[in-house]
């Protein structure tokens, strides 16, 4: 039971607050550091540049200055294609406070070729139904006079109707996503889909 609460004599007859609405607003600063700084303006050229540690190791784009995986500076800048492959991808069928696309709208990810990383993105151009992993697409630019120092300077990615990359999968994956992506075209196997770390999803 809640406490009981005794209002003054003067608010006995006021209606009840239920709810209260508060505008918030944030205000910050964002330093890009050199390998932000480097991506956001090939970005201005209308290229897409990325980093890796050295001859042999994985492409990241956007860079952020170091490979994780081998723990050591990425100073050698790659210019990556501005075509792609969908690894991944999302419907939107929610509008949310701010937003101006029209739903249904698909973000996905996008491994860019020449990349190891893929980058967040959306797709239009094709309805949202038709986007699957493995599709081919390429990058809209706004046009020149709207080019700035931001992803967003692309406006979207559209497919470029080149064949299914069948062989797509996330990097990191031992195995495809059953959409396409199967390793040989073959299904993972009852033990493979299982979480490894819960071993749930499985009945071997």
Request: charged share 25%.
């Amino acid at each position: 039971m809640p406490p009981e609460v005794s209002l003054p004599e003067s608010l006995r007859d006021v209606e009840p607050v239920k709810s209260v609405r508060t505008p918030a607003q944030l205000d910050y600063e964002f330093t890009a550091g050199d390998a932000t700084t480097r991506f956001l303006r090939g970005l201005t050229q209308k290229k897409i540049i990325g980093q890796r540690a050295n001859a042999d190791s994985r492409v990241y784009v956007p860079p952020r200055g170091a490979d994780p995986e081998l723990g050591q500076a990425t100073p050698i800048e790659v210019e990556v294609a501005q075509v792609g492959t969908v690894t991944s991808f999302c419907v939107v069928n929610v509008q949310f406070y701010g937003s101006v696309m029209e739903i249904p709208y698909v973000s996905a990810l996008i491994l860019l070729d020449g990349a190891d990383l893929s980058i967040m993105h959306l797709i239009q151009e094709v309805p949202a139904d038709e986007v699957h992993i493995g599709m081919r697409v390429e990058a809209v630019w706004r046009d020149d006079a709207d080019i700035e120092p931001t992803l967003e300077s692309i406006k979207w990615f559209k497919p470029n109707g080149e064949p299914d990359d069948t062989s797509v999968r996330i990097p990191g994956e031992d195995h495809g996503t059953g959409l396409g992506s199967w390793v040989g075209g073959v299904a993972p196997t009852e033990a493979l889909v299982r979480n490894p770390r819960t071993g749930q999803g499985g009945r071997a």
